[in-house]
């Protein structure tokens, strides 16, 4: 089980995220919309700290973490447990894609080289990229690099995967295949929290999704509710103009 | 005018290449240690740390703004009358402290403004899965800001192997003071510096090709 409480994060006074509650079951995928700006990727990084909110609580399983009071050793272990899909894929330059799936392995879970090497290998071939296991990301294509951010995110196991609009920054050429392998990840009823603007991947993929808005969790429900019966005005602005 | 004693010139060669191995010696450890050195301050420099920073940049400051004749005079003549055990320091440790201690402070603002260079993405990736600020440093930042710092820090031991000339000033026979001996016995100084020089010369130009193949092996990561 994870819950957010009252998640607030400021830039310079203005709230981005304001007082955020959110629960999410173990298994449950969720996906966020929105319009641009409203704190969507915020929310993501606030979970995985990559930007520091300064109120609330993130509760991710048995690891209960205060905003206001966050330790570095707290940031670490939330780190730990969620593992972060970035827009712009964020590969190690410097690394091969199989040593960017071993690295958080090594580094952080303490595993030998071995068997980071094992386990990278077995999540390449989930990717169906065990050809370019040692290909640098400068090399391999946009879908390619994404499709290896994903293996990395998967191979840490674990308890929630943040993706941050996944396919935004790719060719059109390129998005199938990274949708094609997020589906794959969530068949396994992986803990998923997705913001994407591909409406018809949210639909299909989602077991709830949550509309925001200036920094609010404006209206969320199943995908049918949601999309097809929205309730609130705001919402049924953003969809007539995305469909 | 006067021609060129070229029988001299050569026979001059042999010579002084046999202090080659000392100008490389002095240059290589000064190198290895201003590198360590450079890299503590520069990372000291990102991640701020409190008490250090202050100390940091006092030192990176006076090594930036004093002259390295000064430095090496100031180590060998002058910081002995003062710290005891420091009289035991021959010229070719005095000259390989003040080329690191000068040289490092340059290297630090190199490596620091490499380190910026390194793009964003990188450090969020690596915060992001939880590695520590050491890890990140080592393994992922470190490594990155090498490839782009590389050609600016062979510049410096260029400039280095140029600078372990005035270790002759500390009385160290080194290549340049072979030569102003072979000159001083000869009267020939024209032509025992024109060796010196091409010898030099000479050596900066190996360098250089090396830096190629060093450029070319830390852009192997980053070939499409």
């Known amino acids: 089980m994870i819950s957010v409480t009252g998640l607030t994060k400021r830039f310079d006074g203005a709230p981005v995220l304001d007082r955020i509650d959110l629960r999410i079951a173990e298994g449950e995928r969720v996906v966020v919309i929105g319009p641009s700006g409203t704190g969507k990727s915020t929310l993501l990084r606030c979970l995985n700290f990559l930007d520091r909110p300064q109120e609330g609580t993130i509760r991710i399983g048995d690891l209960v973490v205060d905003a206001a009071r966050a330790s570095k050793a707290d940031i670490l272990a939330l780190r730990r447990r969620t593992a972060f899909v970035f827009q712009n894929y964020a590969l190690f330059a410097n690394k091969t894609a199989q040593e960017n799936i071993m690295e958080a392995l090594i580094t952080v879970q303490g595993r030998d080289r071995a068997e980071a090497a094992a386990r990278a290998r077995e999540v390449l071939a989930e990717t169906g990229l065990q050809d370019k296991a040692d290909s640098y990301p400068a090399a391999l294509s946009g879908g390619q690099q994404q499709r290896v951010g994903i293996g990395r995110a998967m191979a840490i196991g674990a308890a929630l995967m943040l993706f941050d609009e996944p396919t935004s920054a790719l060719d059109p050429e390129w998005v199938g295949e990274v949708l094609t392998l997020i589906r794959r990840v969530a068949e396994r009823r992986q803990t998923m929290l997705i913001v994407t603007h591909e409406m018809q991947f949210a639909r299909e993929i989602a077991d709830r999704i949550v509309f925001m808005d200036g920094g609010r969790i404006v209206e969320q429900g199943p995908p049918a509710d949601l999309l097809d019966a929205p309730r609130d005005a705001r919402l049924k602005r953003f969809l007539s103009r995305v469909a | ?98 080329l690191t201690l000068h040289f490092s402070a340059y290297m630090a603002e190199s490596i620091r403004a490499a380190i910026a260079g390194v793009d964003r993405s990188q450090w969020e990736a690596a915060q992001s899965v939880g590695m520590t600020q050491l890890q990140m440093m080592r393994r992922i930042i470190l490594p990155q800001a090498t490839r782009i710092a590389a050609p600016t820090l062979v510049n410096y031991f260029i400039d280095m192997i140029k600078g372990t000339s005035l270790a002759f ?20 100084y024209f032509e025992a510096f024109l060796v010196v020089a091409v010898l030099y010369w000479i050596l900066v130009e190996a360098l250089n090709q090396g830096q190629k193949r060093l450029e070319t092996f830390l852009n192997k990561a980053y070939a499409r």
């Open chain 2, 169 to 188: 000033t500390l009385g160290v026979t080194e290549m340049m003071g072979a030569a102003q001996k072979e000159a001083a016995g000869s009267f020939l």
């Open chain 2, 1 to 98: 005018m006067r021609a060129l004693d070229l029988d001299y010139m050569l026979g001059l060669v042999p010579v002084l290449l046999g202090y080659v191995p000392l100008t490389l010696f002095m240059a290589g450890a000064a190198m290895v240690a201003a590198l360590i050195l450079a890299s503590l301050m520069a990372v000291e420099r990102v991640v701020r740390v409190p008490g250090l920073d202050w100390l940091v940049i006092l030192f990176i400051s006076f090594f930036r703004g004093t002259p390295l004749l000064v430095q090496l005079f100031l180590f060998y003549y002058g910081l002995p009358q003062v710290v005891s055990f420091l009289t035991q320091i021959n010229g070719v440790t005095a000259a390989i402290m003040g």
